[in-house]
């Protein structure tokens, strides 16, 4: 896959390259608030510390889903259903996750930098 890139300088001249890159490759774009390319596309929980195998992983995500089950209701009006539930408010909190921050808008993603 080849990575281009494009310079803006202001708000107009980005939307004008979002639109350009949706209309000459027909498909929908992702996007992430990161100011530089050079970072991994690795998710926070693999980054941690204490991460060093799969297992250390699996550890730390249980470890931090029961805390997080124990204490979100503190905080938050909702029951909470399934796993992914649970990882996407532990991302929303900044908790570490197996999940990447993405959003289909260019404005959530430029607003993140």
């Not at 050079?38 to 249980?62: C, G, N, Q, W, Y």
């Not at 089950?69 to 996750?97: A, C, S």
Request: proline fraction near 5%; charged fraction near 25%; glycine fraction near 4%.
């Amino acid at each position: 896959m080849q990575v281009v890139e494009y310079g803006v300088s202001s708000l107009s001249d980005y939307i004008k390259v979002v639109e350009y890159i949706t209309e000459s490759n027909g498909n929908s774009l992702w996007f992430r608030g990161n100011p530089q390319n050079k970072f991994e596309l690795k998710p926070s929980i693999f980054r941690h510390p204490k991460a060093k195998t799969v297992e250390d992983i699996r550890s730390i995500e249980m470890n931090l889903c029961n805390e997080f089950k124990r204490r979100y209701r503190n905080f938050m009006k909702i029951e909470l259903g399934p796993k992914w539930d649970i990882l996407f408010f532990m991302q929303h909190y900044r908790l570490p996750t197996r999940l990447l921050d993405w959003s289909s808008s260019p404005f959530s993603g430029l607003f993140l930098l």
